[in-house]
């Protein structure tokens, strides 16, 4: 039976925009975004769609969207009515204390725009900093800061060293950093940067027409491939917790496990965790690995993992299933085999929906088996230096 939204799915476009679930009140139940309006308002009526979001589609009662030129704009229009709205499907499971901001001072002499977390929002007050945001990934919206930053050049060196940065070098500091432009048109660039970042991007290309038609061009045409790429991965299903385990050791000595967490797709340094190897024979990774995860579920008050991704393949995943389930120890394991050409790899018996949901979720998986195998290298050179659990 359809739902009673979907008919509007014909007179969608497959263009950039902005679209707005409606409750029954007309309350705001979620705001997103897409590169492709049609395809992505079309994955809401699929059958195998997350309980949450199921229960969204559930409530409504209207479904609107506003068209974009661009994804850029997308993402900051986006990001401006889940700041007018605080819709409850944007927020929950989160709170604003974990979507990531744009703050810029301009007050300063030679102002810049600083990425930070919700956490961080009291260290920047209103008083003195223009905030942006909420955003809800902390890498596309650092992408879109690095494509706006071609255009409408900024620094992030020190002012007057007398030395010019590498980034002076590539054309993307105005100078600062050797004297070589005034705080008052260093100043120019960062007006314009802030009214693309309120929302203002018609306005601003009026402007531009008139006093910098280089730019406005360059605006029109901004390359996007980067945030394309990242639009695509962020738009797959999502877990809110995954966690990521590798090992490292020297010449089979010295073996640490490490542990790494992503949250909805977002890596969270804070809850890394890294395990110097006590048991497990010299060399023997794969029982380092079951020592590392025996170790890490005696931590109950640590939030569960909805996917265990372990760098290794068949081999690894067959014996940590079987020797874990001697424990009574079920855990949802999935590998990433790199001579396998990154092939996943589960264990026996594991459902075709968690099959499913783990190949949706690679390119996160990849992500994560990258971070975990950089900070085990990380955690074993400086051991002495990290809390070990």
């Known amino acids: 039976m359809l739902h009673p939204l979907q008919t509007i799915l014909k007179n969608v476009p497959k263009t950039p925009g902005v679209y707005f679930w409606h409750g029954p009140k007309g309350e705001v139940l979620y705001v997103g975004r897409a590169v492709n309006l049609k395809n992505r308002l079309s994955q809401y009526f699929q059958k195998r769609i997350d309980s949450r979001i199921a229960e969204m589609v559930a409530q409504a009662k209207d479904l609107k969207f506003?068209?974009?030129?661009?994804?850029?704009?997308?993402?900051?229009?986006?990001?401006?009515?889940?700041?007018?709205?605080?819709?409850?499907?944007?927020?929950?499971?989160?709170?604003?204390?974990?979507?990531?901001?744009?703050?810029?001072?301009?007050?300063?002499?030679?102002?810049?725009?600083?990425?930070?977390?919700?956490?961080?929002?009291?260290?920047?007050?209103?008083?003195?900093?223009?905030?942006?945001?909420?955003?809800?990934?902390?890498?596309?919206?650092?992408?879109?800061?690095?494509?706006?930053?071609?255009?409408?050049?900024?620094?992030?060196?020190?002012?007057?060293?007398?030395?010019?940065?590498?980034?002076?070098?590539?054309?993307?500091?105005?100078?600062?950093?050797?004297?070589?432009?005034?705080?008052?048109?260093?100043?120019?660039?960062?007006?314009?940067?802030?009214?693309?970042?309120?929302?203002?991007?018609?306005?601003?290309?009026?402007k531009l027409e008139k006093d910098n038609p280089e730019q406005a061009k360059a605006l029109r045409h901004l390359q996007e491939v980067s945030l394309l790429s990242q639009e695509a991965d962020l738009q797959s299903p999502r877990l809110k917790r995954i966690e990521g385990y590798d090992i490292s050791h020297f010449q089979g000595k010295e073996s640490y496990a490490s542990m790494v967490v992503f949250i909805n797709g977002e890596r969270q340094a804070s809850e890394y965790r890294l395990f110097k190897i006590k048991e497990a024979p010299a060399g023997d990774d794969e029982r380092a690995l079951l020592e590392a995860l025996k170790r890490r579920y005696r931590h109950q008050e640590w939030p569960q993992a909805e996917m265990i991704m372990i760098d290794g393949g068949s081999p690894q995943i067959s014996f940590l299933s079987r020797e874990l389930s001697k424990l009574n120890i079920i855990l949802p394991l999935v590998g990433v085999s790199k001579f396998g050409g990154d092939k996943l790899v589960f264990p026996k018996g594991v459902k075709q929906n968690f099959k499913d949901l783990a190949t949706s979720l690679k390119p996160v998986l990849l992500r994560v088996r990258e971070e975990s195998h950089r900070f085990a290298n990380y955690g074993r050179k400086r051991g002495t230096r990290l809390t070990i659990s």
Not at 69 to 87: D, F, G, V
Not at 152 to 177: E, M, W
Request: aromatic share 12%; proline share 6%; hydrophobic share 35%.
């Open 66 to 206: 506003i068209v974009c030129e661009s994804l850029l704009e997308a993402i900051i229009l986006e990001a401006a009515n889940i700041k007018k709205y605080w819709p409850k499907y944007n927020i929950v499971d989160r709170d604003d204390r974990s979507f990531v901001y744009i703050a810029i001072n301009p007050k300063e002499e030679y102002p810049k725009p600083i990425i930070i977390r919700g956490q961080d929002l009291k260290k920047f007050p209103a008083r003195n900093y223009k905030l942006f945001g909420p955003y809800q990934s902390y890498r596309l919206i650092s992408n879109a800061l690095r494509l706006l930053r071609k255009i409408f050049p900024y620094g992030t060196c020190r002012p007057h060293q007398g030395k010019a940065c590498f980034d002076y070098q590539i054309g993307l500091c105005p100078g600062a950093c050797i004297d070589a432009v005034s705080s008052q048109e260093y100043k120019r660039n960062i007006k314009k940067l802030m009214l693309i970042l309120g929302g203002e991007r018609q306005r601003l290309l009026l």
